[in-house]
């Protein structure tokens, strides 16, 4: 017996992966292998930031020249070149308009590369989750889900864009102004520099790890209100059918509250960062202005050195500025980031075997081989179901609810695997072949057909990738619902709404039908395909599946025992067994759980005949 699979609702992105690793998962996407292209330009960019840079800190040194060739202190002979004062003003222009221009020409070669990594981490993303288990999305908040999924991949275009440069260009900028005051004014110079920014870095990394919580806990709130938000607009008519939509804004206003307290801590916690680094930066301007000061007035140095000093500060005070918000904006990018490649990192409960070849169906005969399986290991639903569906019969399975009547479906789309047996499709055991195959063969019809928001061609032309408009029309006819959709305004084009609300329950059926026609699976599972219509529809819309079955083999889940009296074989199961097995005719002749069934399930029918 192979055990069965742990719960994978205890997710890994509960736990946040740590920012180096963070980093790490991020840097294939700026140097992938295979893709020459993506290198060049990342080598070209960096080249054209260390051009910016080294144009940036000269041009303080420019400023300086003319403003000495101004005071009548240095000749023009002895300025850059031999330029004149205009000369020089003219230089230090060109010099500010080179920075921008090798920045955005930087990010001018960069922008394809950073996109190109969003869209390969937004398609791995969501792929990742179409691969994780029916157990985890059942248990999932899809507003909570989607919100991760966004707050990641803009985490991760802001550390493409910043990190790489903003961070690290900082650095040499910084490291290059340090150089130039030891060199030009005297390590006192630099001590102050080295010292004023060692002190913004670590006020700056302290209160931003304080912030980092509270955004966290800001974010936890923002999750919730988005999530509540999006489960009661997805049950809108339930919310009107209870008159509820005063109760609704009330949960959703307490959650809104909750994000309201964590973003006032968040906010004064960030003016707070904001004065301090303010004072910090202030103070070390002072210093060194006034050690400038002290200078001129000695003899020692120029106004242009004076007004250098100044320069140079003010030119390593805006991005010291920036580093600030940069930092926060990279902790809390590291923060979403960890979610998402938390998720990246959530195991897929259901996985192809290594070498899993692909289902071929020849007939398309079942076979459940004393098949057990618990959602929860603690609470068996199959215990050791046998039962064999030669190739083309019709079975079905009944019972109460909770006997494990959609668990075999489930089962058999390999939607879990078992714990327990086997479940063969023409001797082939569906785990050692791939999913995908075993998806192309079976096909479904659920109780309640989900619609995406698109049109009506669209939603039957989902069953089959290359249907042609034929095809669909074909399939609209056999399910028997062309007629209504050529009454439409807009024929086939016409939108559904979302999950097909515009539709009534039988028209979502038949949509449904002719989508699953149009995949023409050799393996038909219907899931208590009409069990939500009334008994008008429900009966028009079991011809259709009837004639949907010919050549099939079917397995149906069957709440109304008379829409499955003429199925080949009835399997009642009863607490996940197989308590009877026989036809219609065997069952009542017995007269054990299905005759009992068979007896309520038609008084309950004569009742309304009788009142009327």
Known sequence: MRPTPPDTNTTRQDRPSNGWHTIRRVLPYLWPDGEPWVKRRVVAALLLLIAAKIVSVTTPFIYKQAVDALAGETPDAGTILGLTAVGLTVAYGLARLGTVAFQELRDAVFVRVGQRALRKLALETFTHIHRLSLRYHITRKTGGLSRIIERGVKGVDFLLRFMLFSIGPLILELAMVAVIFATLFGFSYMAVVVVVITLYVMFTFKVTEWRVKLRREMNDQDTDANQKAIDSLLNYETVKYFNAEEREAARYDRAMQHYEVAAVKTGQSLSFLNAGQAFLITSGLVIVMSMAALGVQRGELTVGDFVMVNAYMIQITMPLNFLGTVYREIRQALVDMGEMFGLLGQPAEVVDKAGAKPLEVRGGAVEFDRVAFGYDAARPILKGISLSVPAGHRVALVGPSGSGKSTIGRLMFRFYDVSGGAIRIDGQDLRDVTQSSIHAQIGVVPQDTVLFNDTVRYNI????????????????????????????????????????????????????????????????????????????????????????????????????????????????????????????????????????????????????????
């Open 461 to 612: 032309a989902y069953g089959r990738a290359d249907a042609t408009e034929a095809d669909i029309v074909a399939a609209a006819k056999a399910a028997k619902i062309h007629d209504f959709i050529s009454s439409l305004p807009e024929g086939y084009d016409t939108t559904v709404g979302e999950r097909g609300l515009k539709l009534s329950g039988g028209e979502k059926q038949r949509v449904g039908i002719a989508r699953t026609l149009l995949k023409n699976p050799p393996i038909l599972i219907l899931d208590e395909a009409t069990s939500a219509l009334d008994t008008q529809t429900e009966r028009d819309i079991q011809d259709s599946l009837r004639e949907m079955g010919q050549g099939r083999t079917v397995i149906t889940i069957a709440h109304r025992l008379s829409t499955i009296a003429d199925a080949d074989q009835i399997i009642v199961l009863e607490a996940g067994e197989i308590v009877e097995r026989g036809t219609h005719e065997e069952l009542l002749g017995r007269g054990g759980r299905y005759a009992a069934m068979w007896a309520r399930q038609s008084s309950e029918e004569d009742e309304p005949l009788a009142a009327e």
